[in-house]
């Protein structure tokens, strides 16, 4: 009976030891994915295969993302390797803008970011330095309410490439998360007050406005 016991221990043991190996996603290729106003395609970019993302044609507003199906999130962490830059004849405003949306709500009509701005991490000016990570919680609370409300609360100076590859990683607990760039020991960027609370949702590759992005090697970790 002992023995029994024993080896049923181990076998619960080894299986949560499974169940804990972070999952990964193949979305280079573009399967898996539901795409909310962006238009995808597989590439090769810097000698590595990747999902290239633009905003449909027509397409204003933040809602512009692929999104993982059949899998919620809300605790752990999620890794990325994206690239961005202003897309072809994009306003002068253009950043590159790209990043990771977490807990997000059907259609993406609702969710929690972090994204960088590839373009004012060597920029000469320090203002612009300053903004060259994000977060932000749509549709509440958009980057020029939060930055007006509590000015460099909810961005950060980080070193960037414009269209280098780029790693990025968030690590989500409750209302506190937390962004890692280019594995980094310590956080770019803390939030500790995610603003719409605990909830569960998709995952999202995010671009924003006049951006083409490039995604590749995600993995999300949810113990």
Same mark, same amino acid.
């Given at each position: 009976?002992?023995?029994?016991?024993?080896?049923?221990?181990?076998?619960?043991?080894?299986?949560?030891?499974?169940?804990?190996?972070?999952?990964?996603?193949?979305?280079?290729?573009?399967?898996?994915?539901?795409?909310?106003?962006?238009?995808?395609?597989?590439?090769?970019?810097?000698?590595?295969?990747?999902?290239?993302?633009?905003?449909?044609?027509?397409?204003?507003?933040?809602?512009?993302?692929?999104?993982?199906?059949?899998?919620?999130f809300?605790?752990?962490?999620?890794? !990325?390797?994206? +690239?961005?830059q @202003? &897309?072809?004849?994009?306003? =002068?405003?253009? /950043? #590159?803008? *790209?990043?990771?949306?977490?807990?997000?709500?059907?259609?993406?009509r609702?969710?929690?970011?972090?994204?960088i701005?590839?373009?004012?991490?060597?920029?000469?000016?320090?203002?612009?330095?300053?903004?060259?990570t994000q977060?932000?919680?749509e549709?509440?609370?958009?980057?020029?309410?939060?930055?007006t409300?509590?000015?460099?609360?909810?961005e950060?100076?980080?070193?960037?490439e414009?269209?280098?590859?780029?790693?990025l990683r968030?690590?989500?607990?409750?209302t506190?998360?937390?962004?890692? !760039?280019?594995? +980094?020991?310590? @956080? &770019?960027l803390?939030?500790? =007050?995610?603003k /719409? #609370?605990t *909830?569960?949702?998709?995952?999202?590759?995010?671009?924003g406005?006049?951006?083409e992005?490039?995604f590749?090697?995600?993995?999300?970790?949810?113990n």
């Open positions: 009976m002992r023995h029994t016991l024993i080896v049923a221990s181990l076998v619960g043991a080894l299986a949560a030891g499974i169940d804990a190996a972070p999952r990964h996603f193949p979305v280079e290729n573009g399967t898996g994915l539901e795409f909310v106003q962006v238009v995808p395609k597989t590439v090769t970019y810097r000698g590595r295969k990747a999902l290239h993302l633009v905003a449909a044609p027509n397409v204003s507003g933040e809602r512009t993302m692929a999104l993982l199906t059949g899998f919620d809300t605790n752990g962490v999620i890794d !990325v390797d994206v +690239a961005g @202003p &897309a072809g004849g994009a306003a =002068d405003s253009a /950043r #590159g803008f *790209v990043g990771l949306a977490f807990r997000v709500a059907p259609n993406a609702a969710y929690d970011c972090f994204y701005r590839p373009t004012n991490g060597r920029a000469d000016d320090q203002l612009r330095r300053n903004h060259s977060y932000v919680s549709p509440e609370y958009s980057w020029q309410r939060l930055r409300e509590t000015p460099g609360v909810y950060s100076y980080v070193d960037l414009t269209g280098a590859w780029t790693h968030i690590e989500v607990r409750g506190r998360a937390r962004l890692f !760039v280019n594995h +980094a020991a310590q @956080p &770019a803390i939030v500790n =007050d995610v /719409r #609370g *909830v569960s949702g998709q995952v999202g590759l995010w671009i406005a006049g951006t992005a490039y590749r090697n995600l993995q999300v970790d949810t």
